[in-house]
């Protein structure tokens, strides 16, 4: 017969007559990778503050300006930005940059997303 036991957020234990393995969760996995990038600390500082500052939220606003100008999906597009470079700014480990960071990037595709259904509408 085989149990599941969860011990720890992300590790899963499958019991199968007496043998034991570990299923590590994707989510583990990616900050387990976020630790691994400490000593690249700076490329993604750099990433986080000029790729996101300067291409992506302005890629993002001009989408946004393009198809209709709400300005309720600046504020957001904005506040995505502002949240990366804070983070980055408050010199923060990686563990902590790199999934804000791609958590930015989501809300700037949700924006863009959003620019686009209701120019269609």
């Known amino acids: 017969m085989r149990t599941v036991t969860h011990n720890n957020a992300g590790d899963f234990y499958y019991i199968d007559d ?3 393995r570990s ?3 994707i989510w583990k996995k990616f900050i387990t ?3 691994n990038q400490q000593d ?3 490329w993604w500082m750099t990433l986080g503050i000029l790729g996101h500052g300067t291409i992506f939220t302005i890629i993002t606003l001009g989408v946004v300006t393009l198809l209709g100008n709400v300005f309720a999906l600046y504020i957001i597009a904005c506040c995505a930005m502002v949240i990366s470079v804070v983070v980055n700014l408050a010199a923060l480990p990686t563990r902590y940059i790199i999934p804000i960071f791609f958590l930015s990037l989501l809300v700037d595709l949700g924006v863009i ?3 686009v259904l209701l120019y269609i509408q």
Do not use: P
């Open 113 to 115: 997303v959003t620019a």
């Open 18 to 20: 007496h043998t034991h």
């Open 23 to 25: 299923v590590t969760s």
């Open 33 to 35: 990778y976020a630790d």
């Open 40 to 42: 690249k600390r700076l």
